[in-house]
């Protein structure tokens, strides 16, 4: 277990370097999740995003969704949410360069290969922008490598590599490309904290700036609780 938080420390110290000495942001996520039963449940997530380090906040986001698991490698997903992005140069600078409202369907598909676990995630997002309707498809492909030592099945540590690629129905039809590297730990039965390194390559679009970001989540979830005669 020390050494697994000594390659932590490391991992934080090289991206804070990095950060500091280039044009690196910040992108923090808070996930909020409750499960109604095996089937069902439900979430709620905001985001915030700055061009430097903890300095030139340009977007956030907020969100809420649905899901429901077929099987154990299949879940399907329905959320809506908003989506705001400001001028660069500063804090939440107007006017906004766009102004969204999203909804979106979403199949997830996961397989384990080994003990590495396989994702591929597809979304369709029904855009109304502050520059007209758009559609946007996206496909995420993942995998993971959980490990560590638990009471539970659950391994504590996960680290993650995932690519993700978006397009429209319009020309240029590519817009954008996102990859990610980071880690994950799971902390209690509900709280999952992770850390990480995301490079998004944009394609002439101006709903947000792509460049490098440090990625800090804190996800919670919640089980209800059967009811006993």
């Given at each position: 277990m020390?050494?697994?938080f000594l390659v932590l420390v490391l991992f934080v110290t090289s991206l804070v370097l990095k950060a500091q000495g280039l044009d690196i942001g910040t992108w923090n996520i808070l996930n909020l999740r409750y499960s109604i039963n095996q089937k069902?449940?439900?979430f709620g997530e905001g985001q915030i995003r700055s061009l430097k380090l903890y300095n030139q906040f340009h977007y956030y986001e907020y969100k809420g969704g649905v899901n429901?698991?077929?099987n154990n490698n299949l879940m399907l997903s329905l959320a809506?949410?908003?989506y705001q992005t400001y001028k660069e140069g500063g804090n939440f600078v107007k006017p906004k360069n766009n102004d969204e409202f999203r909804i979106w369907p979403q199949v997830l598909l996961t397989q384990s290969l080994g003990n590495f676990k396989i994702e591929?995630?597809?979304?369709?997002?029904?855009r109304f922008t502050s520059n007209g309707y758009r559609n946007r498809?996206?496909?995420r492909f993942g995998v993971s490598y959980p490990f560590g030592s638990s009471t539970s099945q659950?391994?504590?540590w996960q680290v993650y590599f995932n690519n993700e690629i978006f397009l429209t129905d319009g020309e240029p039809f590519f817009e954008?490309?996102?990859?990610?590297?980071?880690?994950?730990?799971?902390?209690s039965a509900t709280t999952t904290l992770q850390l990480g390194f995301l490079h998004q390559f944009d394609y002439k679009i101006n709903d947000e700036t792509g460049r490098d970001f440090i990625q800090i989540g804190y996800y919670f979830e919640l089980h209800r609780r059967e009811h006993r005669p």
């Amino acid at each position: 277990m020390k050494k697994l938080f000594l390659v932590l420390v490391l991992f934080v110290t090289s991206l804070v370097l990095k950060a500091q000495g280039l044009d690196i942001g910040t992108w923090n996520i808070l996930n909020l999740r409750y499960s109604i039963n095996q089937k069902w449940s439900v979430f709620g997530e905001g985001q915030i995003r700055s061009l430097k380090l903890y300095n030139q906040f340009h977007y956030y986001e907020y969100k809420g969704g649905v899901n429901y698991k077929a099987n154990n490698n299949l879940m399907l997903s329905l959320a809506a949410g908003s989506y705001q992005t400001y001028k660069e140069g500063g804090n939440f600078v107007k006017p906004k360069n766009n102004d969204e409202f999203r909804i979106w369907p979403q199949v997830l598909l996961t397989q384990s290969l080994g003990n590495f676990k396989i994702e591929q995630r597809y979304r369709a997002e029904l855009r109304f922008t502050s520059n007209g309707y758009r559609n946007r498809f996206r496909y995420r492909f993942g995998v993971s490598y959980p490990f560590g030592s638990s009471t539970s099945q659950t391994k504590p540590w996960q680290v993650y590599f995932n690519n993700e690629i978006f397009l429209t129905d319009g020309e240029p039809f590519f817009e954008r490309n996102r990859m990610a590297l980071g880690l994950q730990y799971k902390t209690s039965a509900t709280t999952t904290l992770q850390l990480g390194f995301l490079h998004q390559f944009d394609y002439k679009i101006n709903d947000e700036t792509g460049r490098d970001f440090i990625q800090i989540g804190y996800y919670f979830e919640l089980h209800r609780r059967e009811h006993r005669p």
